[in-house]
């Protein structure tokens, strides 16, 4: 069974390669989900590691109905990605109405061969997933990354099943993957796992330190934008 870690640093990732994984999914800010990394993280990675590389291709936090400008920003990170000798991406665009955006993930498929393709937990967003399944298979996705619509891979375990005898797609369970449940993906014969495996250290006391954590932007269903009226008024205000 193929076990895929969600890295967010280096030195994850070279856990994960210590440990026994057989490929990394790279990416930044595990606590929105994951982001697209830096360059610089994805070049060191790279270099150091001897096992695959898939990078998420993700501009933002949030949900997965993207501008033109961020779209722009997909593609770009793509071909970065290629240029660096990735061996996969890992992303998805969905509708407003909670269907996959066919022509955009289309195009995301195309830019990125011949690297494998992954498209990631937005499945989890599709109203219907069987359909959804069949429309990424016509676009030459190879792998979805889901929890089986549940709130964890553990409590979707019977969609998973369900499927992935409907389809020659790797289904790979994600979401809440732990050592007390990892063989229950195994025995219903899933062929990936996905878990990042997270513990928590370098631990500093922040008594009487302002946090610099904003939770006006962990937000789902809106995207922060600057605004030009906001900004040009402070420029007014200075200038």
Known sequence: MLVEVCANSLESALNAEKAGAD?????SELGVGGVTPSVGLITLVKKELNIPVHVLIRPR????????????????DILACKELGVEGIVSGILMDDFSVDMERTQALVD????MHFTFHRAFD???????????????????????GGETSAEKGVNHLDAWQKQTSLTIM?????????????KDIGLRAIHC??????????????IS????????????????VDTLASIVEAVK
């Not at 513990?199 to 922040?206: E, K, T």
């Not at 939770?215 to 922060?224: Q, W």
């Open 111 to 114: 830019l990125a061969k011949p």
């Open 212 to 227: 610099m954590n904003s939770t006006k932007h962990l937000v789902e269903d809106e995207v922060a934008v600057s605004s």
């Open 173 to 185: 369970a994600g979401g809440g993957v732990s050592p007390k449940n990892a063989s229950k993906f």
């Open 61 to 76: 936090g949030g949900h997965f109905t993207y501008s033109d400008a961020e779209f722009e920003v997909m593609k770009a």
């Open 125 to 147: 967003w599709v109203a219907e997933p069987l359909e959804a399944i069949k429309q990424l298979e016509d676009l030459g996705v190879q792998t979805i990354l889901t929890s």
């Open 196 to 209: 990042s495996g997270t513990s928590f250290g370098n631990r500093l006391n922040l008594e009487g330190k």
């Open 23 to 27: 490929r990394i999914e790279l990416c």
